[in-house]
């Protein structure tokens, strides 16, 4: 893997430390395989092995590993100056305007994203999945076809 990868960030500290965004889905990943396994109640888990031909559990923890996959986007990364710059000299690019910034959040990039990869695998049935990857901050746009 492209060691450049890494430099991408997600979450920082108090401090401003940043947590690579490769870290961060790692993490979330992880934190989803505890839940499916210790706590997720069992008729979720029936409705999660229905709507994937009995691979419920992979759906779900690269579902929840995938949510932040929009703070990939420049309009993300931008958000602290340092960070970006570090982004940029790893030689990413973009140079996202005001709008960008304020509308092109990470949680509609990330269900954008999501979709297109579905479509182009012929993935259509598993696109609900779109709106948990927008929604999981508790906003929604429209209905995606």
């Known amino acids: 893997m492209d060691e450049s990868r890494w430099i991408l960030w997600a979450k920082s500290d108090a401090a401003g430390r940043p947590h690579s965004l490769l870290g961060h889905l ?12 210790e706590y997720l ?24 590993a995938l949510h932040d996959i929009g703070k990939a986007s420049p309009a993300f990364q931008v958000k602290d100056d340092d960070l970006w710059a570090d982004v940029q000299a790893a030689g990413y690019d973009g140079k996202p305007n005001a709008f960008d910034r304020s509308n092109r959040t990470h949680w509609r990039v990330g269900a954008v994203f999501l979709n297109s990869w579905l479509v182009a695998r012929g993935a259509r049935s598993l696109k609900w999945i779109v709106s948990v990857i927008e929604g999981h901050h508790g906003r929604h746009e429209a209905p995606h076809s």
């Open 41 to 64: 109640a069992q008729q979720t888990q029936v409705l999660w092995n229905e709507a994937s031909d009995g691979h419920g559990r992979d759906l779900f923890v690269l579902t929840c």
């Open 26 to 37: 790692l993490d979330t990943g992880a934190v989803a395989e505890l839940i499916w396994d």
